[in-house]
């Protein structure tokens, strides 16, 4: 059974960092195609940063620069390290993944199987 388990959110001013943390379980992440996604009240759930089976990595152009995903196989875990942050950065953040290699287009939110259950992140002015 497939698991992600999100962890690492809370509350932060303008300019702090937070680091994101998504446990799997049920399957080997390295192999999958991994991704965060956010959602705000009132907008969609879209796409921040996705990491393929071999490394290559995609970025929203609004965090570029600023977010850095990454993984630890012996973990099994990935992680969304989050500098310089804005407001506009609040959300509900998600892990989700795809076992079927990463869709063509990575960062719209439809292509992906499996979803944590979020974790908060809040970023005042």
């Known amino acids: 059974q497939v698991q992600l388990v999100e962890s690492g959110g809370g509350s932060v001013q303008s300019g702090g960092s937070l680091r994101l943390s998504c446990l799997a379980s049920g399957f080997t992440h390295s192999t999958y195609c991994m991704g965060w996604f956010r959602q705000s009240p009132g907008k969609e759930r879209e796409g921040v940063a996705v990491l393929d089976s071999v490394g290559y990595t995609t970025y929203a152009d609004s965090v570029k620069g600023r977010f850095t995903i990454s993984q630890d196989n012996a973990k099994n875990t990935l992680y969304l390290q989050m500098n310089s942050l804005k407001p506009e950065d609040t959300a509900m953040y998600y892990c989700?993944?795809?076992?079927?290699?990463?869709?063509?287009?990575?960062?719209?939110?439809?292509?992906?199987?499996?979803w944590g259950q979020g974790t908060q992140v809040t970023v005042s002015s």
């Open positions: 989700a993944a795809r076992g079927s290699g990463c869709p063509l287009f990575r960062l719209p939110s439809q292509g992906y199987d499996y």
